[in-house]
């Protein structure tokens, strides 16, 4: 059988598109059943799924998959950011926990009570909630991917070739949003430049195993993605604690963590952009046929 990324374009975009599909319902059902690393691996799975559907949306015929559906992923997995907020702020804050002098333990403890109130609740009823709207959007895509017009003739080239301009194309945009994180306090740009590399680095995935640069280049990605995740992380909790009095300390922590961070990523990505040394390299290999 050949490969997905041999196949025609449309075929080739289904299919994968299902593969992603089938990964996101086996995350779904350990939701329901409180796996505790469901909620992270539904969101993965989900923002995997809405990268494709929003990258090769084009590439099916007129109908198949409008902007309408490809939107219905992402308000899926934004319903989880919430809970998942909650969940890395907390373990910050247990993490920390030993070794601090007992005042700032206690400002530590008083914060996660407050965190843990603020919570959304994620329950068992709200979980089946989460599990039954999938359901629904799930049946949605596999009759729209498996109908015969969605591996229809509108597209003559290979899933390859249809990927590389659009792939290469992430890399410039990635690159951009690299080049708009002006200094320590450009939040917004390092989030969106996040974002941007953890789409390049999901577009790389299905050719991760026809070249060695493109395995590299998608470990890159993820450490870039994980730096500046940490960054955005920190953010968050900065802002959860901008007007409360008695975590002066836990800001003061979180500022050198970030200080620390952002000296990480300006020593990384600085100056000419490790990104277009990626995209050059990348070029030849998926741009093959």
Do not use: C
């Amino acid at each position: 059988m050949p490969s997905v990324t041999a196949l025609p374009a449309v075929r080739g975009a289904a299919m994968l598109a299902l593969g992603i599909l089938d990964e996101a319902r086996d995350a779904a059902k350990r939701l329901e059943r409180k796996d505790p690393e469901g909620v992270h691996d539904f969101r993965v799975a989900l923002r995997r799924l809405h990268t494709h559907l929003r990258t090769y949306r084009r590439i099916f015929p007129d109908g198949v998959m409008p902007k309408s559906v490809v939107r219905r992923v992402k308000k899926l997995f934004i319903r989880t950011d919430a809970l998942r907020n909650y969940e890395v702020q907390a373990a910050w804050l247990r993490e920390r926990l030993d070794g601090t002098g007992k005042h700032e333990r206690l400002a530590m403890l008083s914060t996660e009570k407050r965190l843990e109130d603020d919570a959304p609740g994620f329950g068992r009823r709200k979980r089946r909630k989460m599990f039954r709207r999938f359901e629904r959007l799930e049946r949605k895509l596999r009759r729209r991917l498996s109908a015969p017009a969605a591996s229809g003739p509108r597209d003559a080239r290979s899933f390859r070739e249809a990927a590389a301009e659009r792939i290469l194309g992430q890399a410039r945009e990635t690159s951009r949003s690299l080049a708009g994180v002006r200094g320590l306090h450009s939040v917004r740009s390092m989030h969106r430049a996040r974002i941007e590399a953890k789409r390049l680095r999901y577009l790389l995935e299905p050719f991760a195993s026809d070249d060695e640069r493109v395995e590299s280049a998608i470990g890159t990605l993820k450490r870039l993605q994980d730096l500046l995740g940490d960054v955005h992380d920190r953010d968050l909790l900065l802002e959860r604690l901008h007007e409360d009095e008695g975590a002066a300390h836990l800001r003061g922590v979180i500022d050198a963590e970030r200080d620390a961070l952002f000296r990480r990523f300006r020593a990384d990505w600085s100056g000419p952009s490790r990104l277009e040394a990626l995209r050059h390299a990348l070029s030849p290999t998926i741009g093959r046929s």
